[in-house]
């Protein structure tokens, strides 16, 4: 790395924190601008040699990045657990230069905040570990300029989070899946580029449990295993029709994607069956598996994306966190012919796309889909609301907050806690276009409203995955949205999302 490029990487908390420039006007598009990845395909050899040489750096940048942006220390919440008894962890964990607090920082106007550079960075979108090759070097005069006037204060982790390997992207599971499938079925998850970033106490349970809303009365039907392809049969049969039964074997069943594939081009040592619906939507939920969303270019604006669950399917009218896309069938058939392969058509038929039929296969899919439940909320009364001789004080003032001062009932209506909606929260209101591991930040555009039902279930938060805690997600709104929430407050707003 040239002096300018180091100079670049120690800004702020060691993060890139530079203003994005304009790029130069030309008649002709920079190679790098393509909408299309290259289909020139290098001897698998010498791709494999040097990808696995780059890991061992890429991951030691992308863990220094989330360290510098949050604190990962294990702080469970007491008594508080995930369905199956997973601890929950608690606390803010995003990072605040020295002297600076959550209540002054809250009390500052987006265009101080923005001017400062104070917009924490773990509030900032998440980089993929390897984000696409690219960026910009700058002038040393620059550097020094911005680094005099942001002072080293904007905090790491408010800043877009980004994947562990940014440039390239694509899905990176985490090593807990990696094993039970290859345990289960044989199939190597392994990437020989990379591997999942963020610490295993900040995911979700492992394996989830599975409701269905037409065997409530059986609890968690994945009888505290993993579904997969080798045990869906034997789990399923005699609880699902036929037509959910095959539906649920197409979500199990490994298709080819565009780093697990047969070809020369991919991201798994040996060739790879592909990847399934249910290797990041385990159990029907999620195991908080990334890849880069595949509709922008180019590679450096593209968004990591963190797996949604899919419990609650059925009440949602929305599908992707940004694209919108009307029905679970739309976004089932759109997900295997486009987002497992960057949204490239001509990739995607060099390594194998396959086509689902819309008639039964898709129709099986998304009725099997459209069955998976919430988990039960003992708390919550018919209404979506505390059951007030079952809640906690906390909790009940929580709720107060919640459809009060916090304004969260605003998007996250009950029953179900959502619109249904897209919302844009305007966050470059609070901070400077940036680059950040090869990922340049501009803001996040509308997002869907994502259902709140379960959610102490789905950490990490946000579409990226960059808020690791309710408490952070609690800490972020308050300063988005201007709440200006007291601590207790704040406390209490958690204690009822735990609820619900």
């Known amino acids: 790395m040239n002096s300018v490029a180091t100079a670049i990487c ?42 696995s040489a780059a890991r061992t750096d890429l991951m030691k940048r992308q863990a220094e990045l989330l360290a510098l942006r949050y604190d990962l220390a294990d702080r469970a919440a007491s008594g508080a657990t995930m369905s199956r008894g997973k601890p929950v962890q608690e606390g803010v964990r995003v990072r605040l230069p020295s002297g600076l607090t959550w209540d002054a920082l809250a009390a500052m106007a987006p265009a101080e905040i923005r001017e400062k550079g104070l917009y924490p960075a773990g509030f900032m979108p998440l980089p993929h570990p390897n984000h696409p090759e690219g960026g910009m070097v700058f002038p040393s005069f620059m550097i020094a300029e911005v680094k005099k006037q942001t002072k080293g204060l904007y905090p790491a982790g408010f800043m877009p989070l980004p994947h562990p390997n940014h440039p390239e992207g694509g899905m990176v599971f985490p090593s807990f899946m990696i094993d039970e499938v290859k345990k289960q079925t044989g199939r190597d998850l392994t990437r020989f580029d ?48 036929p037509k959910q039964l095959e539906g649920l074997r197409l979500l199990v069943t490994p298709f080819p994607q565009q780093q697990f594939n047969a070809t020369a081009d991919r991201r ?31 590679q450096e604006v593209r968004h990591r994306v963190d797996t949604p669950t899919l419990r609650g399917v059925n009440v949602q009218r929305l599908f992707g966190s940004q694209r919108a896309i009307k029905t679970v069938e739309d976004f089932t058939e759109f997900e295997q012919r486009g987002a497992y392969f960057d949204g490239d058509p001509v990739i995607a038929l060099k390594k194998g796309v396959n086509i689902l039929d819309r008639g039964s296969q898709v129709h099986f899919m998304a009725e099997f889909q459209e069955i998976l439940d919430i988990p039960p909320a003992p708390k919550l009364n018919l209404y979506g609301k505390l059951d007030s001789m079952l809640a906690s004080p906390a909790e009940l003032r929580g709720q107060t907050v919640f459809f009060g001062k916090g304004n969260c009932a605003t998007c996250h209506m009950p029953p179900y806690y959502t619109d249904n909606l897209m919302h844009n929260l305007q966050t470059e209101r609070f901070f400077k276009p940036v680059l950040i591991s090869n990922m340049r930040a501009l803001g996040d555009g509308s997002i869907k409203t994502l259902s709140l039902r379960g959610v102490k279930d789905s950490p990490p938060y946000l579409h990226d995955g960059r808020l690791l805690t309710l408490d ?18 704040k406390q209490d707003l958690v204690a009822f999302l735990r609820a619900l």
């Open 10 to 51: 120690t800004l702020g908390f060691g993060l890139v924190m530079i203003p994005v420039c304009a790029y130069p006007q030309s008649g002709a598009a920079e190679p790098s601008k393509s909408s299309y990845a290259s289909v020139n395909e290098a001897d698998f050899r010498i791709v494999i040699a040097r990808m």
């Open 472 to 489: 952070d997600t609690v800490e972020f709104f308050n300063l988005i949205l201007r709440t200006r929430l007291t601590a207790q407050e």
């Open 268 to 298: 798994s040592e040996h060739p790879s069956l592909g990847v399934a619906c249910f290797d990041c939507h385990q159990n029907g939920h999620t195991n908080a598996a990334t890849h880069l969303a595949g509709d922008a270019r180019p």
């Open 194 to 241: 990379l591997d999942f970033d963020i610490p295993d106490r900040f995911l979700p349970e492992f394996p989830a449990p599975m409701y269905l809303t037409t065997r409530s009365d059986l609890g968690d039907v994945s009888q505290g295993k993993l579904v997969t392809i080798d045990n869906y049969y034997e789990l399923f049969n005699g609880i699902l029709n």
